[in-house]
């Protein structure tokens, strides 16, 4: 039996995958629509990537992680997890996402995957929460409705 627990979400984006690329790399776009946060890499494999945001006045670091693959303009994989939430900062409580851009004429049809949850501490728990809060969708929503306004 398969035990894998994944959180898939797709959106079509009427943008060039080079500016969905751009939405989901660059700090001024991300701190549009994920929650204040921007993110901050290099985006080269094993390079950290830090999300950011102020908060009463003060930086704090939400999630970090590390890039796993890059293939600019087409996929990204990196690992994530809240430093903030007093689990231990090991290998298996990382969970993945996954961006992958697919080009179809003009628009952009973008899949975000986030996985990792069976092996992570309150991985079952996480997975849950994330399920009913609709996964990505209300970021996705969000930058379609940006890259399209």
Request: net charge negative; aromatic share 8%.
């Amino acid at each position: 039996m398969d035990n894998t627990l994944i959180v898939r979400n797709t959106i079509q984006i009427k943008a060039p995958a080079a500016k969905v690329w751009e939405a989901l790399t660059l700090p001024e776009w991300t701190k549009q629509y994920m929650y204040s946060c921007e993110v901050h890499s290099d985006w080269k494999p094993g390079s950290p990537v830090i999300w950011k945001m102020m908060h009463e006045g003060k930086m704090i670091i939400p999630v970090k992680g590390k890039v796993v693959k890059i293939e600019p303009g087409h996929l990204l994989i990196y690992t994530v997890i809240d430093p903030n939430v007093g689990m231990e900062d090991i290998p298996e409580n990382y969970l993945n996402v996954q961006y992958e851009l697919i080009p179809m004429g003009e628009e952009t049809l973008l899949e975000v995957t986030q996985s990792g949850y069976e092996h992570a501490a309150n991985g079952e728990k996480r997975y849950q929460e994330a399920v009913e809060a609709g996964g990505w969708d209300s970021i996705l929503a969000k930058i379609k409705e940006l890259l399209e306004g």
